[in-house]
């Protein structure tokens, strides 16, 4: 298997979880979630900046997420 990219996700945006295969499904599509702002290090999850971008991008999306 190869490197897998990192993206952050809303919890909202996963719809369900398959503990056996183990797989978790989400709203948006496969190229939506290619497109998000990819970070390389945690300390990206504490930048102001980098977290406006992710939810500014989410936004975007334009349609409701998972309750």
Do not use: C, Q, W
């Not at 183990?22 to 900046?49: G, L, M, Q, Y």
């Amino acid at each position: 298997m190869g490197v897998r990219k990192k993206h952050p996700d809303p919890g909202r945006a996963v719809t369900a979880i398959d503990t056996e295969a183990p797989t978790v499904k989400v709203a948006p599509t496969r190229e939506e979630i290619n497109a998000v702002p990819r970070f390389t290090t945690d300390s990206e999850t504490a930048d102001h900046r980098y977290l406006s971008a992710v939810g500014n991008y989410y936004l975007s999306l334009r349609r409701p997420l998972a309750p």
